[in-house]
């Protein structure tokens, strides 16, 4: 930690920063960027495995900073410090907090997860915008969900922005990337109930019971889900809506669904 | 519409729609940016006084946008044309979509408001995002709501992005914009009962009658909600979490109350 900060925007490492908010550099390096001193904290605490640490003490909003700088180098981090104009370029956040950190990419394959007894999961298809993901993620963890599984990916749960908005649940929550048809199979092998979102259904989303293994699936913000998880699901409910309004955020909508369970499970 | 398109983009009327971004200058102004063709047709079913319309025909996603371009000339709107980079400088989207109006802005006083027999109400302090806001007058409107209630703003509804995410509802739903005190004072003279949020509570959201004349009550997302709300409110009670998730997203939480509320409500 005693070279020289990094302050050229041209520098290599600045360019590679950058780079890493596109989808194919990540797939590539297999690594992805976690910005901010809470996430960094609870990365950290799941246990993941940094490469790098970027600090910009100029930046620092607290007094905690130099401390998660040190535990991620104890993790095995190498730390650069960066001066403020490099981190700015670097940031993916309107006001950055002076440390960011590049990370491995986890395992996120489907048979890594261990379900338990009588699990409730949260199922997404395709979602689009990376916000919903990480909102998504951030909602499915207060929900204590038994884990996540991502159908069909569009926006990889690695993406900054995603990783923003979980605010540091996609470390700690289990989590599978998997095709549709391959989720669907699962659920169907393990015996646990599907309750898939659909606005032609007849039926309320309180009106199914989810006091069993069971999964929540909802699909993308624009098209909804597939026909396949719509034929392939133990139920189809709709969430009962009145206005002009004519849908739910995706996010508000696995927050509903969520918390209707966890209302009955609650006993 | 046979004027020559607006090009430059130091053009006055185009430096005068960016500055329409900025609170003070929708302050000043009284007016309000609409842009994209679901939300100015909903804008325009509701009823709003429009100022101008901008159109960049090489922008336009369908067929139906030279309809709506006259519809809102009929409704009042001046209408010019810009160039294709001359939009995208004035768009706030990603994917502008062509059209953009500027309308005059709505009274929002808490004495509009006509509440009707046992209604239910989503009352919000303090919203710090826009996107939130957005999304939860999106959700209000699809739970139903009578009226949304904005407690001492920090955002203003007409933010680009509040309208954005609200998707149209910002125009239909009643909407007030208020003091904290004046809307307890108004929830006590009309006999509405107050659930507030707050972690500390014992109670899950769910142990409480919705089934009356009911405000919920969500407060910010950094501070949640004021002493003056957590000690006026009828109920405190809590959204009841597990995992590492501390908090939910605050449009999420008012989602999860209201359909609860929408629940208890139907019979």
Known sequence: MSMEPITSLQNPRIKDLVRLRNRRDRDQSKTFLIEGFRELSRAADAGLDFTDVYYSPDLYLGENEPALVERLISLGARAAELGDDAFRKVAYRDRPEGVLAVANQFDTSLDRLTLGD????LVVESIEKPGNLGT??????AAGVSAVIVCDQ?????????????????????LAITATRQAIALMSELGVKTVATSPDSDLAHWQVSYDCA????????????SSAWLSGSTETVRIPMSGTADSLNAAVAAGVMLFEAVRQRAH
Do not use: C, H, K, Y
């Open 118 to 121: 009588r699990p409730l999961l």
């Open 136 to 141: 998504m993620l951030r909602t499915a963890d």
């Open 154 to 174: 569009t926006t990889d749960p690695f993406n900054p922005n995603t990783v923003r908005a979980s605010i540091g649940s996609l470390f700690s929550l289990p």
């Open 214 to 225: 069971v999964a929540i699936v909802i699909g993308s913000e624009q098209q909804g889900l």
